[in-house]
């Protein structure tokens, strides 16, 4: 491991991380709150320390890197984003009573899970909830994604980088050079932004409140400016749109890529995108059947409502527009699964995607059909194609890992004194990037009655779940760090 490159390209990457705090503070500076201060003293320590960090080690050069260095990066490189992008919370004007909570928050919003501590988000200052949404924005495509794209240096090791970062068994290649791939997602990404930014601002939205919605829906991460989320403006309007992004987001962004192109049904030729919208449809007529007239008495409060909270769970966003606490146990239980499923590969969505769900199920077929024909010739196939062995191995293992350290985070939680429905609940929240869960972390609810032991564990949980993983949990292997 060549820790004098890698520290040179953290170093370069915790200044880029500085530079970004400017936006929040010209938000600061217009509104003229009391987060500006904060900002500016976290932007000068995040820039000193990582320009120091490239000054003593950017001799180390490099013609290419190993997975095994594009791994370190990755990971040291989002918890180190984490803990510098603490920093405005620890030293703003708000209710973050300690660093872990600060941190706590940071890492919510890089790893688009939208968890919060915070009691009173209305009572926070402009400047720092929209840094708070703007983390979420960059963490949504990838930091690392980002900087490939934008910064020439990276190309060297660049798969590396983004096949460690970009949520999907086998990321997708748009074109033949890496930083132009990352280029187009991030302008795909930024263009549908732009987008749902002018269509919240048509139905009335201020333009802060549309930026930081925005900066929320698009990387699915749920942070709100308002302390009931989303059904605080009681909206049709804002519900539907929501919802679109919620969906457009949930999906592959290289099918968006493609469907800009003029490819029209690439949407419908794709397997995962079919299954994913056929869950979506199935789950929402379901959901909306079991809480009308139990919970809603006209239908359409039904459909509205119950459309809402399965996409907002499905994508991993985690917006709110109802208590569904309060909704029978079929639609809770059926809200708990869709955190383990998730959105599609590729999209900005958590949970364990759609994609290794399908394929996960036929291997399952597949091992029942050979019992009834053991001498059988099989492949597993999706969208007309073999799936290759090692793909079908990473599969197994990250499902196997998946639900074996939900268990594992689940009874440590509990056992650091939080009641069974809660530490389920809140495992499979963070695991799955979703935010709100059930019991103490409900929708109406938050992460502050978490004990401080219990919050280290689900910052671990996020970080786990937005790098899939192996990235992380690969670092506790001893081999790893042997030559």
């Given at each position: ?27 600061g ?33 490099a ?55 915070l ?91 549309a ?56 949407f ?19 959901v ?15 459909l509205?409502?119950g459309?809402?909270q ?26 708990l ?15 364990m ?131």
């Open positions: 491991m060549r820790w004098r490159y890698l520290l040179n390209v953290i170093g370069i990457l915790i200044t880029f991380l500085g530079l970004t705090m400017i936006f929040p503070v010209f938000v500076l217009y509104y003229k709150d009391q987060s500006v201060i904060p900002l500016l003293k976290s932007m000068g320590i995040t820039i000193i320390s990582g320009f120091l960090l490239h000054v003593c080690f950017k001799s180390a050069k013609e290419s890197i190993s997975q095994r260095e594009g791994i370190a990066i990755v990971a040291i490189g989002w918890t180190v984003a984490g803990l510098f992008g603490a920093l405005p919370f620890y030293l703003g004007d708000n209710g973050f009573s300690s660093f872990v909570n600060a941190f706590f928050e940071s890492v919510s919003g890089f790893t688009t899970t939208g968890a919060s501590v009691t009173n988000i209305e009572a926070v200052s402009k400047g720092l909830l929209f840094w708070r949404s703007l983390i979420q924005w960059l963490g949504g495509m990838g930091i690392i994604v980002l900087s490939i794209a934008i910064l020439p240096f990276l190309g060297v090791g660049g798969m590396q980088l983004y096949k460690a970062e970009v949520p999907s068994p086998v990321p997708d290649k748009l074109k033949p050079r890496i930083r132009d791939t990352a280029m187009i997602l991030w302008k795909v990404y930024a263009l549908m932004s732009v987008a749902e930014i002018i269509l919240l601002m048509i139905g009335g939205m201020n333009l802060y409140d930026l930081c919605h925005t900066f929320a829906t698009m990387p699915t991460g749920g942070f709100s400016t308002k302390n009931a989320s989303i059904a605080h403006y009681d909206s049709v309007y804002f519900d539907i749109v929501i919802f679109f992004f919620m969906m457009l987001a949930g999906i592959n962004f290289s099918l968006h890529y493609q469907m800009l192109r003029g490819k029209t049904l690439v419908w030729k794709d397997s995962e995108c079919r299954f994913f919208l056929g869950i979506v449809l199935l789950l929402i007529i379901v909306s059947y079991n809480i009308y007239g139990s919970v809603y008495e006209k239908i359409g409060q039904a509205r409502f459309s809402f399965v996409v907002s769970i499905l994508t991993t966003t985690g917006y709110v527009t109802a208590d569904y606490e309060q909704w029978p146990a079929m639609s809770k239980l059926i809200l699964l869709c955190m383990f499923l998730g959105a599609s590969a590729g999209s900005t969505g958590g949970g995607k759609c994609i290794r769900v399908i394929l996960y199920f036929k291997y399952c077929y597949n091992e029942l059909f050979l019992l009834i024909h053991p001498h059988a010739v099989t492949q597993i196939k999706i969208g007309g194609k073999a799936v290759p062995g090692d793909v079908m191995k990473s599969i197994l293992g990250f499902t196997g890992l998946y639900m074996g350290i939900f268990a594992f985070c689940s009874v440590m939680l509990a056992g650091a004194g939080v009641d069974f429905v809660t530490s389920f609940a809140a495992v499979a929240a963070t695991m799955g990037n979703i935010g709100p869960g059930f019991g103490l972390v409900g929708p109406v609810d938050n992460y502050a009655q978490i004990p401080y032991l219990g919050k280290w564990l689900l910052i671990w949980c996020m970080l786990l779940g937005r790098l899939e993983i192996y990235t992380v949990i690969i670092l506790l292997v001893p081999e790893f760090w042997r030559k």
